[in-house]
């Protein structure tokens, strides 16, 4: 069977850098310090919540929730992010996402401080990712996936990767990230035309669509590696990938290697984040 | 042998388009204006400039040159960047690129207002391009590039993209508007392996890599479109693509099509940039 690529040493290695930094900001007068914004009580979102808080608490970083009610307007919203941009002791925001559907996100987005953008909503730290000029923060998950990679010593260059998905949050960044990493990116969607030829050709497999258990066997050839973005629920109410991981780690064989869902990109996900705040934090410091 | 997708028919259209704007602005009591900025007297720009002075006063565009000797610096140039963006009769700015090499390209191109950035040089034209939000002009040739598709009724939608070539000016901005058009994109540059197989997978083909006749018949199969965007110039000195266009032309055959250089991309670039300064103008006045 293939290689799992687990989240669990990556998450430990970030951790042992991450409360070294946190001490020496402390010793500092600095409490790095992470503003959640929520609207509502979507499960998804109060589950990442009740992971960031533990996560953060490991660390030593502060935690402060903004919420708000699921119908509390878009300008409660904007007065919210207006209060996290102001208060000097905040160094990181996470907005959970999507918002419901009456409120404008884009605004609410583009409103956060890109100094406090830790998890590259706004333009300004997309432009970043983009163009490798000026300042910003990645989307975190896009950033998982290379912690990933690098932990796990894969290098990309010059190789295939196929990413699934175009989002904002995950795959036009992501593919942006391993472009820079000298990868030859193909961005996969909906319209693609032969997914599952073009997917089986890659060397690198990214699957950012948030569709359970959707890639199968025909998608995977041996020797692939495979990071699964996706966290979904599947018919029995389990937590499961984008890809059928049972067929997928068939596939891509003992030489190939693939992310579980859970205890695959999701964990090192929050862990970025809390990276995000440390530095942040070091840069009104240092 | 493969249709020919000349620039001429696509200049036209957007000439007869253009003309009529301009002396719609004019009735309103502006002059559409362009402004050059040029450092040195490099051949390239030269011609570029020769090029668009003619199209500009074709369509009744005003053009204002500001020009700097090779060595005038960077303060020099900075100053003649915030004079174009103080001056409310200026719509649009061209900067010849690369700069000499003595100078901070990208702290130039960020001095440009946005609202007259028509070339897509500064960070806000190209996060709008990434990222779909907020306002800004693509970069021009890229641009071009969906001018000659959309003139030949060439859809991408679903198919097989390579773009070879992942500058700020051309790759990267292509690739993502021809993502937004649903095509399948893969970009492809120095470090991809298989690099000929890559290209001869694909439907489309968009070459920027100015390298002179660097992409033959091995990269090339009946029925692909090949879009060439360099401008070199070969060992007799004769303007030529990326593409051997002959061997190019021969190995897409009679259901292929290929844009020749000159005659090809080039000159609708030019009129791309018309149509961003008479675009600006616009949102000046009406």
Known sequence: M???????????????????????????????????????????????????????????IEVRRFVLAEDAGQDALMDVIAQVDDDAGIHGCLMFRPLPRAYDEESACEALDPAKDIDGIGRAALARVFTGRGEGFAPCTAAACLEMLDAYGIDVAGKRVAVVGRSLVIGRPVAMMLLERNATVTVCHSRTQNLEETIREADVVVLATGRAKAYGAPCFREGQVVLDVGINVDAEGALCGDADYEAAAAAVGETGAITPVPRGIGGVTTSVLMKHVVESAEKTVF
């Open 2 to 60: 293939a290689l799992e690529l687990l989240g669990k040493p990556v998450i430990a290695a970030l951790k042992e850098d991450l409360i070294g930094r946190t001490e020496a900001l402390k010793a500092a007068g600095v409490v790095p310090t992470l503003a959640i914004v929520r609207v509502g009580e979507r499960e998804d979102d109060l589950s990442y919540e009740r992971t960031a808080l533990k996560r953060a608490e490991g660390l030593g």
